[in-house]
C-alpha cells in the first residue's frame, strides 16, 4: 500500500504532466497540424484501481484528442509505421 507522502508525490508529477502537455497543445495548436501522440499502455498487472494501464489510455486519448491533438495508442510497442505518424 501506498503512504501518504508517495500519493502527493505521484499527483503532483500527473498534475505537472498535464500542465505540460496542455501548455505543448496550446503552443502547438497555433500551427496548421495538429500534435500527433503515441501512447503507449500495457496489460492491467495491479489490483483494481492500481495502474489501470488501459483506462489511462482511453482517457489519456480523449483528453488530448478534445484538446486538437491526433492520438493513437496501443498495448504494445508502436510499429515503425505508427512512429513515422507521430511528434510525441
Given at each position: 500500500m501506498l503512504n501518504s507522502?508517495?500519493?502527493?508525490?505521484?499527483?503532483a508529477n500527473l498534475l505537472t504532466l498535464i500542465l505540460l502537455f496542455?501548455?505543448?497543445?496550446g503552443l502547438h495548436g497555433q500551427n496548421?497540424?495538429?500534435l500527433r501522440v503515441f501512447?503507449?499502455?500495457g496489460a492491467k498487472t495491479h489490483g483494481?484501481?492500481?495502474?489501470?494501464?488501459?483506462?489511462?489510455?482511453?482517457?489519456w486519448?480523449?483528453?488530448l484528442t478534445e484538446r486538437g491533438?491526433?492520438?493513437?495508442?496501443?498495448m504494445n510497442f508502436p510499429t515503425p509505421q505508427q512512429l513515422?505518424?507521430?511528434?510525441v
Open positions: 507522502h508517495t500519493l502527493k508525490v505521484m499527483k496542455s501548455s505543448w497543445i496548421d497540424q495538429p501512447i503507449r499502455a483494481p484501481g492500481q495502474h489501470d494501464h488501459p483506462r489511462f489510455l482511453a482517457d486519448a480523449k483528453l491533438a491526433q492520438v493513437d495508442g496501443a513515422e505518424k507521430t511528434d
